[in-house]
């Protein structure tokens, strides 16, 4: 923060649209290598025999609301199929399959609570902390460190949920398309 907008009380707000664009361009590569995927190919397995792409998507969206929301009591988990505070999750219900329609309301329920948060949390708030207590142990965990855990979690399981589509002869997601420019 600088030393003027400390003297007048004010944070400066860091500029979020290019990170927001990069990280909707993201969000949209995800939906739209899902969207119309039938029940039988949402049901190929991801990384392991008995995790199949709708739970591993699943649990990439829910893990959204649960750290925003149940950790750091963000707003809208409401607006969102994600609402046990437990932590339980769809993917945690092998036998309820999910379609793709369900998947994608569940990314861009998820989304919007990731977006307002990177459109309203300030530079100086990402030290923000929020206590997570499982059994005996407490941890503590700061804005920053969640938006982090978020946006590699994202990506890893999107890369898993790529390998399998790939190997399907299903597309991909490819994640980092917009992030360059060809000089000439």
């Known amino acids: ?30 939906i739209g290598a899902l969207e119309h995927l039938s029940p039988e190919q949402l049901q190929l397995p991801v990384g392991s025999p008995s995790w199949p792409i709708w739970a591993s998507v699943s649990h ?32 945690d219900d092998l036998g309820h399959p999910r379609r793709a329609g369900e998947l994608v309301h569940a990314l861009e329920s998820s989304w919007s609570i990731v977006e307002r948060c990177l459109r309203t949390w300030t530079p100086g708030s990402l030290a923000h902390e929020a206590r997570r207590t499982r059994g005996d142990e407490v941890r503590i965990h700061t804005r920053q460190s969640v938006l982090m855990r978020s946006i590699t979690h994202d990506a890893y399981h999107c890369g898993e949920i790529s390998l399998t589509l790939g190997s399907h002869g299903l597309g991909e997601i490819d994640l980092w398309t917009g992030l360059s420019r060809i000089a000439r």
């Open 1 to 30: 923060m600088s030393d003027l907008a400390v003297a007048l009380g004010r944070e400066q707000r860091l500029d979020h649209r290019p990170v927001l664009r990069r990280l909707a361009a993201h969000e949209r590569g995800l």
């Open 60 to 91: 990439l969206a829910g893990a959204r609301v649960f750290w925003l929301c149940h950790v750091f009591k963000e707003p809208g988990a409401e607006t969102t199929p994600f609402v046990d505070p437990t932590g339980m999750g769809w993917e």
